[in-house]
């Protein structure tokens, strides 16, 4: 379904200096917008991050009201997301509900094993279908790209499976598309790190908790207040893993913070604190799961 623009469009960057759409980008956007029309009525899957900010600004721009957004509220979902959602929805004009969700009831997914994501959007698009079909909307959408089809994704079979679809992919958009077009679009989340549930923080075999959930959360939060802005928090039962990007690892290597972060993990109840010298990267948990494949 993905079209080609003719024209090279610009944005101003905030140094002032011009950075383009491309043609490409440009053209996926109306190849999405005409999507929408077709469907013309859709519940999307809305938690506030990057992807699906962007699906719902499109959606509802296309659609208005018949565009309903709702965001799964459960102990996975940090606050700070839950107040993310709730602000753009209302900064935007999105139609906006929130319904709870509980995975936490279920053990396959507290066990956290390998498939524990597919429980989790089990729980949610079983939820979600219901009141798509009962309020007469054609379908369930979420925000995948088309770089979500090369990592490991266990909850892209549930969404298969509840018949949700998927327009960015159908398009052909990539997450760096989605981006620049929602700097254009004014979308606060276009430059947002990536935001999966607190659940994604904790080491695949060790018990999802909401005790471990709240560690998670609350070192987060720690990490906020000292001036990080893209990291993780990997709860490994009595060891914590503090991922950096890069370009904060020389921040986070200076003796004071160091010192800081050690006494506030500790104060969590991590016997062990480390910095992972490889740095930030999305799917990091996903490591283990390939090396034990091969």
């Excluded at 383009?20 to 980008?25: G, R």
């Excluded at 219901?130 to 909850?155: E, H």
């Excluded at 006494?263 to 016997?271: I, M, N, T, Y």
């Amino acid at each position: 379904m993905a079209v080609s623009g003719s024209v090279v469009e610009e944005i101003l960057r905030d140094d002032g200096e011009a950075e383009t759409i491309s043609p490409e980008a440009a053209g996926k956007e109306l190849a999405l917008r005409a999507l929408f029309r077709e469907m013309r009525s859709v519940l999307v899957a809305f938690s506030g991050g990057v992807d699906s900010s962007y699906v719902a600004y499109v959606a509802a721009g296309e659609l208005g009201d018949a565009a309903l957004c709702v965001t799964g509220e459960s102990a996975s979902l940090a606050a700070h997301q839950r107040s993310q959602a709730t602000d753009i929805a209302a900064r935007f004009g999105f139609r906006h509900e929130t319904l709870d969700t509980e995975e936490m009831s279920d053990p396959r997914y507290t066990a956290n094993a390998g498939d524990r994501c597919y429980f989790c959007k089990t729980e949610l698009y079983s939820k979600l279908a219901p009141v798509a079909a009962a309020r007469g909307f054609s379908c369930v959408v979420d925000g995948s790209t088309t770089d979500d089809l090369g990592d490991y994704r266990p909850g892209r079979a549930a969404a298969v499976e509840h018949g949700v679809r998927s327009p960015l992919v159908e398009v052909g958009m990539s997450k760096r598309e989605v981006r620049a077009l929602s700097r254009r679009a004014g979308l606060p989340t276009w430059d947002a790190p990536a935001s999966p549930c607190l659940s994604s923080r904790i080491a695949y075999g060790t018990a999802v908790t909401i005790k471990r959930l709240r560690e998670v959360e609350t070192g987060e939060e720690i990490m906020r207040s000292l001036g990080f802005r893209e990291f993780r928090v990997r709860h490994h039962d009595e060891l914590v893993r503090l991922e950096i990007a890069p370009a904060e690892l020389e921040n986070a290597l200076r003796r004071e913070v160091t010192d800081e972060l050690a006494r506030r993990f500790r104060a969590l109840g991590f016997r062990y604190v480390t910095l992972d010298l490889h740095g930030y990267r999305t799917g990091a948990m996903n490591e283990v799961l390939k090396s034990s494949d091969k």
